[in-house]
């Protein structure tokens, strides 16, 4: 009696980069000796691989294709394993891949927010790469739709109840991923004007440089933007000369006050340089000369504002893009996702200086000086920078030294001056603040005196006394503020 041929193990399917190298493999058991032969099949055409007679099967992904293996034995004997699919994406954002990837699910394309009619069919996507290939569960307000398991969504007829947010959990032997969250709309797609869920805005001025030579304009321009996007309904952090690790630690609280929806701006005035379009900004500490690990780089922070869903993010950077070191390597940043939602306010062109204006004590740049005549305007931000930049070009004292640039990829007509809706998230980690306190000083003499406090920026604030009618005995009274000297 022969014994039938027994596969123990299937080969699986993939989901991978084009050029990726791995191994399909396929164990069988019988009685005799087993010869192994793979079959690929593309476009309804199955072929015999030649010299495919192992159980592994190298390949290096070129293009999608169906694969099998026959195994045979000295009776004749035949059986199939499982056909699997080797899917291959041609078009994978360079650094997507973690360096050690053991095959873990890694989205590579999001579903995206939409607004639907009622009666229109609605259609979800998203795809993963993995080894082996994910499997895909699809949930709508954090319930499991038990009908949805492929990379598409697919609903013929939307109805109102379809509203809600949408995500994907895509798995398999080596973890899961999800992909965003997007919130789906169902109903009249009457346009409305847009709006912020939030808006929060970080601004620092770099000054006093220990190694480099001090700056003048960030001080007043700061301030300047400041009151300007409060009356646009800003929540703003405002810092003066800040170090390195103030820098880092500055930003990482800003990008935890953003969140789904949030209007988001930065701002930077002080030194700073481009190499090969990326932009760095020089902290007061920074060596000179400097190099990019001494620096705090743009691109990663805007990198990490993609990442709240924010519904658009403001840079403008109010700083030279010349570079003097050659000799340094670029630091590694990944390639921004393409939202639709970043714009670029540069306050010079590449490989250009940005200038100052002095007259006697009050300074500014060049930049600040048209951008707060027309920060105000209820029209899309982009052409309100086209505005700056034509008040900047008509300037006759940088004509032909400073012409500010402006990159974007904003796909909707947003304004700063978009109304707010808030979702609690962005007031929350706001928290409550507090007005500066008033403080009455009694001295040993009987004389009392006034203190207030107000806050010039988040990180300096000024402090005013006012001497009260002294008591009857005390003849002259004299009230002076000193500076606090350092305990040793």
């Known amino acids: 009696m022969q014994t039938a041929i027994v596969i123990t193990e299937q080969p699986v399917s993939v989901s991978v980069p084009v050029g990726y190298s791995f191994t399909l493999r396929c164990r069988a058991e019988a009685r005799t000796s087993l010869q192994y032969q793979w079959f690929c099949q593309r476009q309804s055409v199955c072929c015999q691989i030649p010299g495919a007679t192992k159980q592994d099967l190298p390949i290096t992904a070129q293009q999608t294709q169906l694969y099998t293996c026959r195994i045979n034995d000295l009776y004749r004997n035949a059986v199939f394993s499982d056909w699997v699919k080797v899917e291959v994406h041609p078009c994978v954002a360079r650094g997507l891949l973690p360096q050690l990837w053991q095959g873990e699910p890694v989205i590579i394309l999001n579903p995206t927010e939409q607004k639907v009619e009622v009666g229109k069919p609605l259609l979800l996507q998203c795809a993963a790469m993995g080894v082996p290939a994910p499997s895909y569960q699809w949930y709508c307000n954090g319930n499991v739709l038990e009908h949805q398991k492929k990379k598409k969504l697919w609903i013929t007829h939307a109805k109102v109840s379809d509203s809600g947010t949408y995500l994907c959990c895509a798995s398999n032997s080596h973890g899961e991923h999800w992909t965003n969250a997007v919130d789906i709309h169902i109903g009249s797609c009457r346009s409305e004007k847009f709006f912020a869920t939030g808006k929060i805005a970080l601004l620092v001025g770099n000054n006093r440089y220990q190694h480099h030579p001090n700056l003048m304009a960030p ?9 300007l996007l409060k009356q646009l309904g800003f929540q703003v ?9 103030e820098m880092v630690t500055a930003v990482s609280r800003f990008l935890q006050l953003l969140g789904k929806g949030v209007y988001a701006i930065f701002y930077y005035a002080g030194h700073g340089y481009e190499h090969l379009g990326r932009n760095y900004m020089v902290p007061i500490d920074a060596p000179q000369p400097y190099a990019p690990e001494n620096c705090i780089s743009v691109q990663r922070i805007l990198q990490k504002m993609q990442q709240q869903q924010t519904a658009l993010n403001l840079i403008l950077l109010d700083t030279c893009r010349k570079w003097y070191n050659l000799e340094c390597a670029l630091s590694q940043v990944q390639p921004l996702e393409p939202w639709g939602n970043i714009v670029y306010g540069y306050a010079t062109s590449e490989d250009a200086e940005a200038y100052e204006l002095q007259d006697g004590e009050f300074s500014s740049g060049i930049f600040m000086k048209y951008l707060k005549k027309h920060i105000l305007q209820e029209k899309k931000v ?13 300037d006759p004292l940088v004509t032909g030294k400073q012409v500010m640039e402006i990159k974007h990829t904003l796909k909707e007509a947003r304004s700063l001056t978009d109304p707010i809706r808030p979702l609690g998230a962005a007031v929350e980690r706001w928290g409550c603040g507090h007005e500066p306190p008033r403080e009455t000083v009694t001295f040993p003499c009987g004389a009392r005196a006034e203190l ?17 009618d002294p008591p009857a005995h005390v003849a ?7 500076q606090p000297t350092s305990l040793c």
């Open 476 to 482: 002259d009274a004299h009230l002076m503020l000193r």
């Open 452 to 468: 207030r406090f107000q806050h010039l920026f988040s990180n300096v604030m000024s402090v005013c006394a006012k001497l009260q």
């Open 219 to 227: 001080v007043t321009d700061v301030f300047e933007l400041s009151v």
């Open 237 to 245: 952090v405002s810092l003066l000369d800040l170090n390195k690790a």
């Open 382 to 394: 982009t052409h309100m920078l086209e505005d700056v930049l034509e008040d900047i070009g008509r």
